[in-house]
């Protein structure tokens, strides 16, 4: 059974009595509607995760979510956003977007970072710090340090918050689907259950959306 298939079967056991009852998610409980719908590409559902690299909850949920972003269908788009508000946050915002210019975002070093903070304890804490990770990585260290210094960056890391604040995201991880619908590990779970079962009942979550959203219901 494929990785992805396992996770959502036992999503699926774990919802099975809430879901039966209630004919599957439930707005304004596993679910919310978005006040003011946000702008997509035509013809694409896009989803949107937020999050930030020092979140353990994110971290927890990562696995859960790559494993199925790639086994999305072509209709679909999906795209991270890192969030926070302190100056470490920021600075881990401009290592991701520095990443994302260099095309060097890959599902490898996105891991790598998240290891590397909450299973390794590494303190991400300055430039030298993040640019030693990088050459661990694999990434062009030269390249990284002059696009992480560039003024190129800064627009695209006030970009982040004003989106969240649009789709009313308070907490991460959030995923926002179709620019219309918003959910979680904490809202699409069931309250007594594991951070793993959360996630996966989130993907189930996930999943159902994209379909409403296709239909624009």
Not at 57 to 64: E, K, R, T, W
Not at 95 to 103: I, R, S
Not at 144 to 151: G, L, V, W
Request: net charge positive; glycine share 8%; proline share 7%.
């Amino acid at each position: 059974m494929r990785r992805r298939d396992a996770a959502l079967t036992l999503a699926a056991a774990a919802w099975l009595p809430s879901a039966r009852a209630q004919g599957g998610p439930v707005e304004g409980r596993q679910y919310a509607r978005l006040t003011q719908p946000l702008p997509g590409e035509p013809g694409k559902v896009e989803v949107v995760e937020f999050f930030f690299y020092l979140c353990p909850h994110c971290f927890a949920f990562d696995p859960l979510l790559e494993a199925w972003v790639h086994q999305l269908p072509a209709d679909v788009s999906f795209r991270r956003v890192p969030l926070g508000g302190t100056k470490l946050h920021q600075l881990h915002q401009r290592m991701f977007y520095t990443l994302q210019a260099m095309n060097a975002l890959t599902p490898q070093v996105h891991s790598g970072i998240f290891n590397a903070i909450h299973r390794d304890r590494v303190e991400l804490a300055d430039e030298a710090s993040i640019v030693a990770l990088m050459g661990r990585l694999g990434v062009d260290t030269a390249k990284f340090k002059s696009t992480f210094n560039s003024f190129a960056i800064a627009p695209k890391m006030a970009q982040g918050p004003k989106l969240a604040e649009l789709a009313g995201v308070e907490t991460v991880p959030a995923l926002v689907i179709g620019g219309r619908y918003r959910t979680s590990p904490s809202s699409a779970g069931t309250p007594g259950q594991s951070e793993q079962v959360h996630g996966q009942q989130a993907i189930a979550v996930a999943d159902f959306l994209v379909k409403l959203s296709r239909g624009k219901g």
